[in-house]
């Protein structure tokens, strides 16, 4: 089970997602190997010997990087998995990088830096099904 964020160009005005209209078809991030070398650049621990999915591991949390075969790259998945919140300050590396913002695809919310509430409302939610299943 993964916390799932998506990393996408947005314009700079938009804070909320119901601001965009209903035909916006977001920028690009770029081509595949600006974005691979900017991710590179922004947690250069990661792991790219699958350019289409990369991984990056932290003490107690990892992320798979969904980042496709397409190019121009249009946006970056990150399934994310364990608990810290340091693996959130990994995440805004990684959308500044690439000048883009984080969606919280469980709430449909933008995240901002310091901003947790999805990630720990995630982590809850994941306790609280886990264990029901034991």
């Not at 999915?53 to 970056?76: A, F, K, Q, R």
Request: aromatic share 6%; charged share 25%; glycine share 8%.
């Amino acid at each position: 089970m993964s916390w799932d964020v998506l990393l996408l160009r947005l314009p700079d005005d938009v804070t909320l997602m119901h601001e965009l209209p209903d035909d916006h078809s977001p920028e690009p991030l770029g081509r595949q190997c600006d974005v691979l070398a900017a991710v590179t650049q922004a947690v250069p621990e990661v792991d790219l010997s699958d350019p289409t999915w990369g991984d990056l591991s932290g003490p107690t949390w990892s992320i798979e990087l969904n980042i496709g075969s397409e190019d121009p790259v249009d946006s970056i998945m990150l399934h994310i998995r364990g608990s810290g919140d340091d693996v959130l300050a990994a995440v805004f590396r990684l959308a500044e990088a690439l000048r883009c913002k984080v969606l919280d695809l469980a709430k449909g919310d933008l995240l901002n830096p310091g901003q947790p509430s999805g990630w720990h409302a995630f982590q809850q939610f994941r306790d609280r099904v886990i264990g029901s299943a034991q």
